[in-house]
């Protein structure tokens, strides 16, 4: 809901994403995502008491995530040990990475929310969510995921008092406890986002791009929100800048410019996949690049049986580098470089296959 507000015409831009199929991948976010969701299945499973469920996620998770889990476990269980005593007990309404609706006053659906944990003791509901990255949450009253749990929770199961609750690995609790007149408030506050979310509303980039379907995928905003990102100071070069950042900034524009090399990566990818007469019209062209690496077609050992020598012989070159090649022949039959190089090329002649030469785009 923080994206949708900060960027009204979001969902929208998703929904066309999704519906053409063309949802971007990005791999490091793929990688975190399927950690935290591991991280999220034990906890799940732990809360629910399934300890043969637990066992098994326990078994995939590696040595530092199953310690970030723990470390959550135990935040959410100091706060559900303190307002519902009982929790641990089967009587009590336990309700785990479920999906609940706000419904309009004539039965429309309007938003929805997937809190990581629900416990209900009527007639007051906990709700948790785990983060299990290293950053800070905001805090509840600028929190908009727990603002739109609270609200959802409030009128599936007519509770007069809601805490929402965001434990994480090492820092303390972000609580948010809502009652009679701040749930009533808090309806208004996220009906109006949803409201605000039309076809036709803005589009607005920043930080909260990153986890949006439809960046990378022809959102204009959130591409020139990243070529803004980089930036541009005159008359000096890039050790002058590095000399001027703290070590904090050095690690955060280390963090980003690896985000940036995959993203100007992936630009001059779609660049050179362009007609010719498009490269052109861009003040582009495609020239041809270095010559690629030589590929050889027979195993090591087919080579040393061609050249007829031993392992011993080839000085290491076993490795099939046609550079070690050449010393080891230069070393065993002596002459020139130049005399090794062809003797080399020619003795191994069909066993070398020459990778095609790769254009690179070059401004006209």
């Given at each position: 809901?923080?994206?949708?507000?900060?960027?009204?015409?979001?969902?929208?831009?998703?929904?066309?994403?999704?519906?053409?199929?063309?949802?971007?991948?990005?791999?490091?976010?793929?990688?975190?995502?399927?950690?935290?969701?591991?991280?999220?299945?034990?906890?799940?499973?732990?809360?629910?008491?399934?300890?043969?469920?637990?066992?098994?996620v326990e078994l995939q998770l590696n040595e530092h995530a199953l310690r970030k889990a723990r470390q959550i476990a135990e935040k959410r269980n100091a706060i559900l040990d303190q307002e519902i005593p009982n929790w641990r007990d089967d009587s009590v309404w336990?309700?785990?990475?479920?999906?609940?609706?706000?419904?309009?006053?004539?039965?429309?659906?309007?938003?929805?929310?997937?809190?990581?944990?629900?416990?209900?003791?009527?007639?007051?509901?906990?709700?948790?969510?785990?983060?299990?990255?290293?950053?800070?949450?905001?805090?509840?009253?600028?929190?908009?995921?727990?603002?739109?749990?609270?609200?959802?929770?409030?009128?599936?199961?007519?509770?007069?008092?809601?805490?929402?609750?965001?434990?994480?690995?090492?820092?303390?609790?972000?609580?948010?406890?809502?009652?009679?007149?701040?749930?009533?408030?808090?309806?208004?506050?996220?009906?109006?986002?949803?409201?605000?979310?039309?076809?036709?509303?803005?589009?607005?980039?920043?930080?909260?791009?990153?986890?949006?379907?439809?960046?990378?995928a022809g959102c204009e905003e959130s591409a020139q929100f990243v070529i803004n990102s980089v930036p541009v100071i005159a008359d000096a070069t890039p050790k002058d800048v590095a000399a001027s950042l703290s070590p904090e900034m050095l690690k955060e524009v280390?963090?980003?410019?690896?985000?940036?090399?995959?993203?100007?990566?992936?630009?001059?990818?779609?660049?050179?996949?362009?007609?010719?007469?498009?490269?052109?019209?861009?003040?582009?062209?495609?020239?041809?690049?270095?010559?690629?690496?030589?590929?050889?077609?027979?195993?090591?050992?087919?080579?040393?049986?061609?050249?007829?020598?031993?392992?011993?012989?080839?000085?290491?070159?076993?490795?099939?580098?046609?550079?070690?090649?050449?010393?080891?022949?230069?070393?065993?039959?002596?002459?020139?470089?130049?005399?090794?190089?062809?003797?080399?090329?020619?003795?191994?002649?069909?066993?070398?296959?020459?990778?095609?030469?790769?254009?690179?785009?070059?401004?006209?």
């Amino acid at each position: 809901m923080g994206r949708i507000r900060a960027c009204p015409g979001s969902p929208a831009a998703e929904a066309a994403v999704v519906e053409s199929g063309a949802v971007p991948s990005d791999p490091d976010i793929d990688e975190v995502a399927e950690e935290g969701k591991l991280v999220h299945d034990w906890l799940m499973h732990d809360a629910l008491g399934s300890d043969l469920a637990r066992h098994e996620v326990e078994l995939q998770l590696n040595e530092h995530a199953l310690r970030k889990a723990r470390q959550i476990a135990e935040k959410r269980n100091a706060i559900l040990d303190q307002e519902i005593p009982n929790w641990r007990d089967d009587s009590v309404w336990k309700h785990a990475e479920n999906r609940f609706w706000y419904l309009s006053k004539g039965g429309a659906k309007m938003f929805s929310a997937q809190p990581d944990l629900v416990v209900i003791a009527f007639p007051k509901a906990v709700i948790i969510n785990y983060k299990a990255g290293w950053k800070d949450p905001e805090e509840a009253p600028d929190n908009d995921q727990i603002k739109t749990e609270v609200a959802v929770v409030a009128q599936n199961f007519q509770v007069a008092r809601v805490l929402g609750a965001i434990a994480t690995p090492t820092n303390s609790p972000v609580l948010g406890l809502f009652e009679e007149r701040e749930l009533k408030a808090n309806e208004e506050y996220i009906k109006g986002i949803v409201k605000a979310a039309t076809a036709k509303a803005p589009r607005v980039a920043g930080e909260h791009c990153r986890f949006c379907k439809a960046r990378g995928a022809g959102c204009e905003e959130s591409a020139q929100f990243v070529i803004n990102s980089v930036p541009v100071i005159a008359d000096a070069t890039p050790k002058d800048v590095a000399a001027s950042l703290s070590p904090e900034m050095l690690k955060e524009v280390w963090k980003k410019g690896k985000v940036v090399e995959k993203i100007i990566e992936a630009c001059k990818q779609r660049l050179e996949a362009l007609p010719e007469e498009e490269l052109a019209k861009l003040g582009l062209k495609l020239v041809p690049g270095r010559a690629g690496s030589p590929v050889f077609t027979e195993t090591p050992q087919q080579v040393a049986d061609r050249l007829g020598w031993t392992a011993e012989e080839m000085l290491g070159a076993l490795a099939l580098s046609l550079p070690k090649l050449r010393e080891a022949w230069h070393a065993k039959y002596g002459g020139t470089k130049k005399d090794a190089e062809r003797d080399v090329e020619f003795t191994l002649k069909g066993c070398i296959e020459r990778q095609e030469t790769k254009k690179v785009l070059e401004e006209v």
